[in-house]
């Protein structure tokens, strides 16, 4: 067995069967499905018993509700095939998907990276889009799940396929503490264990939908201290990238900034619910310190409030003053 796709469920009942049926209908049938179900309290868990009753490849585990990377890790810990690929439960695979991803494998990878699109800018029947592949080092994978890449929505685990055997002898999970950022911290983990390369492509091969009734959508709707976990997931990955890549300048400086960007979108998502918290965002500023060092620390303060007298200038002056 080639693939285990493995598809975490909570609540989904409305969305369940298109995700399904996006799978099974795929040209590439080398796989076996392990759905999730987290503790659904709608119609999902019967939706998932019936479809196995349907097909053989699928296989369903039932299971007290402890968000998704406690699904996830269930999935890994039950898997059987060679690559381990996640689906997101109200999401669909692409037709053709599957065997665009398993063409990426060989010997000299241990992560395939694809593409995935808004299902708004793809219709169901539209033929896939084919950009051929090429194989990247892994620091060339890593520098693209950093924000100020272009390609930093690779930080997430969907349209991806993982060697299994790495996450095994690794013993590598996600960590159900995490609640934003969870997907980055685990991908970029993952390219830090590694010591082969990458295979990369823009094909799309999956629908991502953000509903607004998912998990992501929830938090950014009012202020949850969830938020916080996010801070703790980029300083993990700046350690990570520090201890793996201690010569890669592009690498180190990419990591840092992540981790001071992140404390003022921390302070932002506050402030646009009303709902600062100045002891938790000032301990996130003495954290980050550390974290990059006096002179990186330094160095972009200066260069945030740089930033921030030019807005501030052009907008009185109406100019496009830059300091």
């Known amino acids: 067995m080639t693939l285990s796709i493995i598809i975490p469920v909570y609540n989904t009942e409305v969305y369940l069967p298109a995700c399904l049926d996006s799978i099974l209908s795929q040209t590439f049938s080398d796989f076996e499905v ?3 179900d987290d503790g659904s309290k709608d119609g999902s868990g019967a939706i998932c018993d019936a479809y196995a009753l349907k ?7 039932h299971k007290e509700n402890g968000g998704v990377s406690s699904a996830r ?3 890994m810990e039950q898997a059987q095939g ?12 692409l037709p053709d998907g599957l065997s665009e991803l398993a063409g990426g494998i060989s010997d000299d990878v241990d992560l395939v990276m694809l593409n995935f699109a808004n299902s708004p800018l793809h219709e ?10 090429r194989i990247v080092g892994r620091e060339e994978a890593l520098v693209s799940m950093f924000n100020g890449t272009e390609k930093r929505y690779q930080g997430y685990a ?3 396929l993982f060697r299994r055997s790495l996450l095994e002898d690794h013993h590598l999970l996600f960590d159900p503490a995490i609640s934003i950022k969870e997907d980055t911290l685990f991908v970029v983990h993952f390219l830090c264990l590694s010591d082969k390369r990458v295979y990369v492509s823009d094909t799309p091969v999956y629908t991502y939908i953000q509903r607004p009734s998912s998990a992501m959508t929830s938090l950014n709707e009012t202020y949850s201290p969830k938020y916080l976990t996010s801070f703790d997931a ?3 990955m700046n350690r990570l990238v520090r201890a793996t890549f201690p010569a890669e300048g592009r690498l180190q400086y990419l990591s840092r900034e992540e981790v001071m960007n992140r404390i003022y979108r921390i302070l932002s998502h506050m402030i646009s619910h009303d709902s600062v918290d100045k002891e938790a965002f000032f301990k996130l500023k003495k954290r980050a310190f550390h974290e990059v060092g006096i002179a990186y620390y330094l160095d972009y303060q200066f260069r945030r ?4 007298v030019t807005k501030f200038i052009n907008r009185v002056f109406k100019t496009h003053f830059n300091v």
């Open 82 to 93: 060679e690559w381990i690929m996640f689906v997101d439960s109200d999401d669909e695979l």
């Open 124 to 133: 169901k029947d539209m033929s896939l889009l084919h950009e051929d592949g």
């Open 73 to 75: 890790n269930l999935g």
């Open 305 to 308: 409030n740089k930033r921030r």
């Open 234 to 236: 980029v300083a993990r």
């Open 55 to 61: 097909d053989s490849r699928i296989r369903v585990m």
């Open 34 to 36: 392990l759905l999730v």
């Open 158 to 160: 969907v349209a991806k």
